[in-house]
């Protein structure tokens, strides 16, 4: 089993950046492909990128590719998104997933999950 939590968020003016950080503690990081999802007020939980173990696969949303970053430090059991150019649309509780087969664009791929940190962008 691993740990997850999440930290970065909060409040942004439209065209500013976050970047979160997700922490991993208990099994081996490396084990895991690990991605991240977004939850806005009254709307199912969505998907917006993902890493694979090593680092060298990459998959995003549409909505924020060129705009979001996602990577991966095994060293530091920590992955992260880098958000640029973020827009009112991008608020929300965004979490920190695991899965130990694949993250795809699906909530249900991801084996374990962070409690969620808020990014809340205004106009």
């Known amino acids: 089993q691993v740990q997850l939590v999440e930290s970065g968020g909060g409040l942004v003016q439209a065209g500013g950046s976050l970047r979160l950080s997700c922490a991993a503690s208990?099994?081996?990081?490396?084990?895991?492909?690990m991605g991240w999802f977004r939850q806005a007020p009254g709307k199912e939980r969505e998907f917006v990128a993902a890493i694979s173990w090593g680092g060298s696969r990459r998959s995003y949303a549409d909505s924020v590719k060129g705009r979001f970053t996602i990577s991966r430090d095994n060293a530091k059991n920590t992955v992260y998104l880098q958000m640029n150019s973020l827009k009112p649309e991008d608020t929300g509780v965004y979490y920190c997933g695991a899965a130990i087969e694949k993250v795809y664009n699906d909530p249900r791929s991801v084996d374990y999950w962070g409690k969620g940190t808020l990014v809340t962008v205004s106009s």
């Open positions: 208990g099994r081996t990081f490396n084990n895991y492909y």
